[in-house]
């Protein structure tokens, strides 16, 4: 097949073939997601305000941000209220969070 350098049609080509394994991979298993968008979405209100995170207290803040944030993203990907879940998991330990709508 020939196409314009540099074209639409070539870049798509390209891509395809620079990802062969993997399309390959995608075709046989049957199972596999064809994109990312769950994760993407369950990121997307993070990465909104992740200017903000850049003035947490501490490093130590950070990373504990970083890591209640990824427990509430994890409940979420799995179908539960991640404000209860954390709630239940820890009676008593957190308090002052809004009940937002997942």
Same mark, same amino acid.
């Not at 993407?40 to 130590?60: D, M, Q, T, Y």
């Not at 239940?88 to 969070?97: I, L, S, W």
């Given at each position: 097949?020939?196409?314009a350098d540099?074209g639409?049609?070539?870049?798509?080509?390209?891509?395809?073939?620079?990802?062969?394994?993997s399309l390959?991979?995608y075709?046989?298993?049957g +199972?596999?997601?064809i994109d990312?968008n769950p994760?993407?979405?369950c990121?997307h209100?993070?990465? @909104?305000g992740?200017k903000? !995170? %850049?003035?947490?207290?501490s490093?130590?803040?950070? +990373?504990?941000a970083a890591?209640i944030?990824?427990?509430?993203?994890?409940?979420?990907?799995?179908? @539960?209220?991640p404000?209860? !879940? %954390?709630k239940?998991?820890h009676?008593g330990?957190?308090?002052g969070?809004a009940?937002?709508?997942?």
């Amino acid at each position: 097949m020939k196409t314009a350098d540099g074209g639409a049609s070539a870049k798509a080509l390209d891509y395809a073939l620079k990802r062969w394994p993997s399309l390959i991979r995608y075709a046989d298993t049957g +199972h596999l997601p064809i994109d990312n968008n769950p994760v993407e979405n369950c990121i997307h209100p993070h990465a @909104l305000g992740k200017k903000n !995170w %850049l003035f947490v207290s501490s490093e130590r803040t950070g +990373h504990r941000a970083a890591a209640i944030q990824s427990l509430l993203g994890t409940a979420k990907l799995n179908g @539960l209220d991640p404000v209860k !879940w %954390l709630k239940d998991r820890h009676p008593g330990k957190v308090t002052g969070m809004a009940q937002q709508p997942y």
